[in-house]
């Protein structure tokens, strides 16, 4: 709530993004694998999923509802038409840029 005590107008789904570390074999700040710093990935997050496609092309998805800590990787059992919606509505996130080409 806003402080006059209008309610607030808020997105229904966040758009999360990781940069991994270069992979230059000459960077003095390349990661070994046992670092635990995961690779470039973009995701969503919902109230009842999360949904994340990795640089490398692999996929997750989390049913939040059923799953709230997001341990079972449901991405295989998708239809199709849902893993094209979410990967539509990811692309278009992330090349949005202002509030009026983000709005949806």
Not at 8 to 20: F, K, P, Q, V
Not at 49 to 63: L, N, Q, S
């Amino acid at each position: 709530m806003l402080h006059d005590g209008r309610v607030a107008d808020w997105r229904e789904t966040g758009l999360i993004e990781h940069h991994g570390p270069g992979a230059a074999a000459d960077d003095p700040d390349k990661q070994t694998a046992a670092s635990g710093n995961p690779p470039t990935y973009a995701a969503l997050r919902a109230a009842d999923f999360t949904y994340v496609e990795y640089a490398g092309g692999a996929r997750e998805y989390y049913d939040r509802s059923t799953d709230p800590d997001e341990l079972a990787n449901t991405a295989a059992q998708l239809p199709a038409d849902r893993v094209a919606h979410l990967h539509d509505t990811l692309t278009k996130l992330r090349a949005c840029e202002g509030a009026e080409a983000c709005d949806g």
